[in-house]
């Protein structure tokens, strides 16, 4: 009699134990194998996320807040918008990488007037970003399902110009070698309008770090770089007509100029302080921290997944 | 007896090799081809779709009209040649794959045939003859029908495993440390001097064969 009670007693227990960890466990919403990957929508409490080949520690992710979807919740998302510091009215934007469609969100929000093309290669990452994370779609943002070189070769037949590339396609499982490569970086280069500018999303823990950077500036000449406080992510802000010489008169000039005044205050609204950003921006000509004669990968050599496998 | 037996396995191990290299050659080609064309094409899944089909589909045409060559005076001299051949053809991958894929990339707007078409034209012929190769090692190295089966099972077993290696050495290393074209001409020159080495030893097999039957004439 009193065992059976005492057993009822664990029981209880038990159950309430699997409650308490399922309300502070991830709840998975939606899960499916794509061409490509495995695709995974996480809910946990108010955050919502997108995640690629979940085992893997090294994957990036797209999150919004449910109850304040246009609040950015990653730090690299909120060092892209550094772009918009350098060049505060890109009419045209190029989104290589779709991920849950929260950049073009917010930008649409940011620049209404903006035209943005979103490239994503897999169509199931499109559909679960229409999905899941409320991804808007009109006359001004489309959708190309598409290799993101196939894309801009392209878009260079058509003429067409963008005033702000992202290159946002790698999830950090497997990077595109061909579009890590001069050539495609040369590609994207000659797609910018004159006073375009472009920021990509980077590897910076590993091998590739090296190879990655000195590809850039093989390409772009000095480029500014927006690294996070602890230094665990890194973009690269290049512009197609090169840098101003000095940097810090440039962010002065920024600074007070009064449309920046408004997009800053914008930006709070969001979750990115402008202010935060600067302090960031290091020019690669007085902050360069790699070695001259670094390899470049181009078409003919890019072991870039073989570069990243061994994070230091 | 025992002497002419013994050079005979000589003969049979170095056309086994051949078979060998002939395997990795493919594999290692087949590897690169993604690479050579994602600059066009990109790197969706109906890129490998067009190189797989490319190169199952000449293998195929390949072990057909190897087989099909061996049933007319076969040699170890056409076998070299065919070795020098496919060597050859690899070279336009190199040289040409550029302004192909170019031209290819804007007459045909929809990358599942354009990539289909460009690894027609930089795979198919190459592929081909070296998929030649492997009917025609079975009848050099057949002696009776009874062993037949044994040998082909044995020249499959080499030639695919050549084809292994040459996946993952490529896959793992090579293009770590070597530029695509760079690998590309080192295939090709190893071909071509498999091949030239293999018309030496034809030629050398066949005055060894002519003193020896000479001695054979004047020992009656």
Same mark, same amino acid.
């Given at each position: 009699m009193l065992n059976s009670a005492g057993k009822l007693i664990y029981g209880l227990y038990f159950l309430l134990g699997i409650s308490i960890v399922n309300n502070a466990m991830a709840e998975v919403i939606h899960s499916e194998r794509s061409l490509y990957r495995n695709i995974l929508v996480e809910d946990k409490g108010d955050l919502r996320c997108l995640k690629f080949n979940v085992k893997s520690n090294k994957t990036r992710q797209s999150c919004l807040l449910k109850s304040q979807p246009q609040r950015l919740v990653f730090n690299y998302t909120k060092q892209l918008l550094t772009g918009l510091l350098v060049n505060p009215k890109p009419k045209r934007i190029l989104i290589i990488g779709l991920g849950g469609g929260t950049m073009s969100n917010t930008l649409h929000q940011l620049l209404p007037d903006s035209y943005i093309d979103n490239v994503e290669i897999d169509e199931s990452v499109i559909k679960v970003a229409r999905q899941y994370f409320g991804f808007l779609?009109?006359? &001004?943002? #489309?959708?190309?399902? &598409?290799?993101?070189?196939?894309?801009?070769?392209?878009?260079?037949? #058509?003429?067409? &110009?963008?005033?702000?590339?992202?290159?946002?396609?790698?999830?950090?499982?497997y990077i595109p070698e061909h579009l890590m490569t001069k050539e495609y970086l040369e590609?994207? #280069?000659r797609l910018l309008s004159p006073q375009g500018i472009l920021t990509a999303n980077t590897f910076s823990s590993s091998k590739l770090y090296v190879y990655e950077s000195a590809t850039y500036k093989a390409v772009f000449g000095d480029y500014y770089q927006v690294s996070n406080p602890d230094n665990s992510n890194r973009i690269i802000l290049a512009r197609n007509n090169g840098l101003d010489e000095n940097l810090y008169k440039e962010q002065a000039a920024i600074e007070q100029s009064e449309s920046i005044t408004k997009l800053a205050i914008k930006l709070l609204t969001i979750g990115v302080d402008a202010k935060q950003l600067y302090k960031n921006i290091k020019s690669t000509a007085t902050h360069q921290d790699w070695p001259d004669d670094s390899p470049v990968l181009t078409d003919q050599f890019s072991p870039a997944n073989l570069l990243n496998i061994d994070g230091d | 007896m025992q002497e002419p037996k013994k050079s005979i396995n000589y003969n049979n @191990?170095?056309?086994?090799?051949?078979?060998?290299?002939?395997?990795?050659?493919?594999?290692? %080609?087949?590897?690169?081809?993604? =690479?050579?064309?994602?600059?066009?094409? *990109?790197?969706?899944?109906?890129?490998? *779709? !067009?190189?797989i089909t490319v190169f199952m589909l000449s293998l195929a045409l390949g072990y057909l009209?190897?087989?099909?060559?061996?049933? =007319? !005076?076969?040699?170890?001299? =056409?076998?070299?040649? %065919?070795?020098?051949?496919? *060597?050859l053809t690899l070279l336009p991958i190199v040289t040409s794959s550029t302004w192909l894929m170019e031209s290819i990339f804007l007459s045909v707007e929809d990358s599942r045939y354009g990539s289909l078409l460009a690894s027609t034209a930089l795979f198919f012929i190459p592929t081909i003859i070296l998929g030649m190769l492997s009917p025609y090692s079975v009848r050099l190295l057949v002696r009776n029908s009874n062993e037949s089966g044994q040998v082909a099972g044995? +020249?499959?077993?080499?030639?695919? @495993?050549?084809?292994?290696?040459?996946?993952?050495?490529?896959?793992?290393?090579?293009? @770590?440390?070597?530029?695509?074209?760079? %690998?590309?001409?080192?295939?090709? +020159? @190893?071909? !071509?001097?498999l091949g030239f080495i293999t018309i030496v030893v034809a030629k050398m097999n066949a005055s060894l064969f002519k003193s020896k039957a000479q001695r054979d004439i004047s020992h009656a």
């Open positions: 779609e009109n006359d &001004q943002i #489309k959708t190309y399902s &598409q290799d993101g070189r196939v894309f801009v070769k392209r878009a260079l037949l #058509k003429k067409l &110009q963008y005033d702000w590339i992202i290159l946002d396609a790698f999830n950090g499982d590609e994207t #280069k | @191990l170095f056309i086994y090799f051949l078979a060998f290299t002939s395997g990795f050659s493919i594999m290692c %080609i087949e590897l690169l081809a993604g =690479r050579i064309l994602a600059p066009f094409f *990109g790197s969706s899944v109906h890129i490998w *779709g !067009s190189i009209f190897g087989g099909k060559l061996s049933t =007319r !005076s076969a040699s170890l001299t =056409r076998y070299g040649a %065919i070795f020098i051949i496919a *060597g044995k +020249l499959y077993f080499v030639s695919t @495993l050549g084809s292994a290696l040459g996946t993952i050495i490529t896959s793992f290393y090579l293009v @770590l440390w070597f530029d695509i074209n760079t %690998i590309v001409v080192s295939v090709s +020159l @190893l071909l !071509s001097l």
